[in-house]
């Protein structure tokens, strides 16, 4: 399933299934942008990131991938487990703003045992 | 060691109260910020000092007041407090990577 991230939707998948977090951001001159888990009651932890001169990046069971013609990114993550449950947020960067991140509105991730 | 420590974890006070929240960072970060979060999960960009100077103030009230001691700490102190300041604010460091790190969180519930 998928989900856009930007009224805090809720997307529910089964353990083991693999989840896709969309999200379309604001500004075409950003050149790096990065994904964020935020399990209740902690604050924001870093998944991955990526810059606007690749359009896939991988790491351990997440992939981002970006599309800059649609201004879209989306978080694939494989074979969700019950501790990938939390509230993702993607967010940018524009060239110029030094290290000030947008941050997109948030999707729910609730994973079903 | 935690990295990127703030104080306190929860804050109940009465509106028009004066109160403030401390952070600190053990990473050697040059910048430091505060991040409001409201109550559907919005995080919004508030401050961001670098090495003590303050670079980026967004539309926030004159109530909120930032101070930085030394580039390790960034604390927030908000005058007269209003309802519509609940919310949960989260402070973060970064280097030049852009990568943000952010404390746990201070959840403030003005009554």
């Known amino acids: 399933g998928e989900s856009v991230g930007l009224h805090l939707p809720t997307l529910s998948v089964q353990e083991g299934d693999n989840s896709i977090i969309n999200c379309a951001y604001s500004n075409s001159a950003s050149d790096y942008f990065i994904w964020y888990k935020q399990e209740s009651g902690k604050g924001p932890q870093f998944i991955i990131d990526i810059r606007s001169n690749m359009d896939k990046r991988q790491g351990q069971r997440v992939t981002v991938l970006l599309n800059k013609t649609v201004k879209h990114l989306s978080l694939q993550i494989a074979a969700t487990q019950p501790g990938d449950s939390a509230v993702y947020f993607c967010a940018e960067n524009m060239v110029g703003a030094g290290n000030m991140l947008t941050f997109g509105g948030g999707t729910r991730l609730m994973v079903k045992p | 060691d935690t990295a990127v420590s703030q104080t306190p974890k929860y804050l109940v006070t009465q509106m028009g109260n004066d109160k403030s929240i401390k952070c600190e960072q053990n990473l050697g970060h040059d910048t430091m910020y505060w991040y409001k979060q409201d109550s559907k999960k919005f995080l919004k960009i508030m401050f961001s000092y670098n090495n003590k100077e303050l670079i980026i103030n967004e539309t926030v009230p004159n109530r909120f007041s930032p101070k930085s001691p030394d580039k390790a700490h960034l604390n927030l102190h908000i005058n007269s407090l209003e309802l519509g300041d609940s919310a949960v604010y989260f402070c973060?460091?970064?280097?030049?990577?852009?990568?943000?790190?952010f404390g746990s969180g201070t959840q403030l519930s003005v009554l």
């Open positions: 973060a460091s970064s280097q030049a990577e852009r990568k943000l790190f």
